[in-house]
């Protein structure tokens, strides 16, 4: 099986079609994108200028990466320090962020009806937000027990190589 360009592909056809030089757009926006495009197709004649480039970005992207690992690796060990508590944090956020969005959820239909306008946005919109909190809670200590996702996985252990 042949490797197409995005740009030969049925949606990168598509995307030509309905917004002329979109990928030439973004090509010039994220330069690395189209070096390592370029590059991959296998183009002898990227100047060396670009090449150069590309080095840097992707040793910038290889440092940030570095930073997360440590930083990961950090938290790992502050874990096995304080894990009693940690876990008992982590703990009493899952059992009681649904509970509370629930109520908040039942609140702000209780608002909707008794409210006028204007407060109810306000009201409405702090709901929202608190929510919004609640949830991130719940995603960040999933994220810090099972790992955000498996790509993140396959980063370190590429790294690791």
Same mark, same amino acid.
């Given at each position: 099986?042949?490797?197409? +360009? ?18 030439d757009t973004i090509g010039e926006a994220f330069p690395p994108a189209k070096l390592l ?8 004649? @990227? ?28 938290? +790992? ?11 008992? &944090? ?13 109520? &908040?959820?039942?609140?702000? @239909? ?7 306008s204007a407060l109810l946005a306000i009201v409405s919109n702090v709901i929202g937000m608190?929510?919004?909190? &609640?949830?991130?809670? +719940? ?23």
């Amino acid at each position: 099986m042949s490797k197409k +360009r995005f740009k030969n592909t049925k949606v990168g056809q598509w995307l030509n079609d309905k917004a002329p030089d979109i990928l030439d757009t973004i090509g010039e926006a994220f330069p690395p994108a189209k070096l390592l495009s370029d590059l991959i197709d296998g183009r002898d004649d @990227i100047p060396e200028a670009d090449k150069a480039t590309f080095k840097e970005y992707l040793q910038q992207y290889r440092m940030e990466l570095d930073y997360h690992r440590e930083n990961t690796e950090s938290a +790992r060990g502050i874990y096995s320090q304080s894990k009693d508590i940690t876990d008992s &944090l982590a703990h009493k956020i899952m059992n009681w962020n649904l509970p509370l969005i629930l109520l &908040l959820v039942i609140i702000n @239909i209780f608002c909707v009806k008794y409210l006028d306008s204007a407060l109810l946005a306000i009201v409405s919109n702090v709901i929202g937000m608190v929510m919004q909190k &609640l949830f991130e809670e +719940r995603s960040a200590v999933t994220n810090f027990f099972f790992g955000s996702s498996k790509g993140s996985k396959d980063k370190e252990s590429y790294l690791k190589k």
